[in-house]
């Protein structure tokens, strides 16, 4: 069985598959149930340690894109924003802020061989743009603002009613238009 969950490991790598500790009990746990062992072994965590261990299998965080916002930026607005709320009060001034939920992706923590270059293959890009808001003093938190590529999900189908506004558009993107209503 430990051969079996070895090639299988080897050949997902080879595919640049990410593969997660989960994957890797469960798949064990298979390959013991082919084997006719399914009623004595169990892909425990300390199963999991120990076949890593036998195989020089480490876990790493997956290697993707990231970007980020210039220092001088950020700076520039810290300087700037006192005098942009003066005599407003704390109730009514808002932040805002929006983020990507990757709802088919996988974790970014996976297991692969010690010596093996970090590459994880192409993360799903499906996603939902999420707006959250609220106002200084904490009084008031807007509903989230969900924002999808399909009008009507059918997963919405029986829904009646929801705890946040969904709005769709072809990018899922927050968009003035959508910002505005």
Not at 25 to 51: C, I, P, V, Y
Not at 156 to 165: D, E, G, Q, S, W
Request: glycine share 6%; charged share 30%; proline share 4%.
């Amino acid at each position: 069985m430990d051969e079996c969950v070895k090639k299988w490991f080897t050949q997902c790598r080879n595919q640049a598959i990410p593969i997660s500790g989960q994957m890797m009990q469960r798949k064990a746990e298979d390959f013991a149930k082919e084997l006719g062992h399914g009623e004595h072994f169990k892909g425990s965590n300390q199963w999991l340690e120990s076949f890593k261990n036998r195989h020089k299998i480490v876990f790493r965080k997956l290697c993707c894109e990231s970007a980020s916002v210039p220092e001088s930026v950020c700076e520039e607005w810290i300087k700037d924003t006192p005098a942009l709320v003066k005599g407003y009060e704390p109730k009514n001034i808002f932040n805002a802020d929006e983020t990507r939920l990757f709802y088919q992706r996988l974790s970014q923590k996976l297991v692969m061989f010690k010596d093996e270059e970090c590459r994880g293959g192409k993360q799903s890009k499906i996603y939902l743009t999420v707006l959250l808001a609220a106002n200084e003093d904490g009084s008031e938190k807007l509903p989230p603002l969900v924002i999808g590529r399909s009008e009507t999900p059918r997963c919405f189908a029986k829904v009646k009613y929801f705890l946040f506004k969904y709005k769709a558009n072809r990018r899922a993107w927050a968009t003035s238009e959508i910002f505005g209503d």
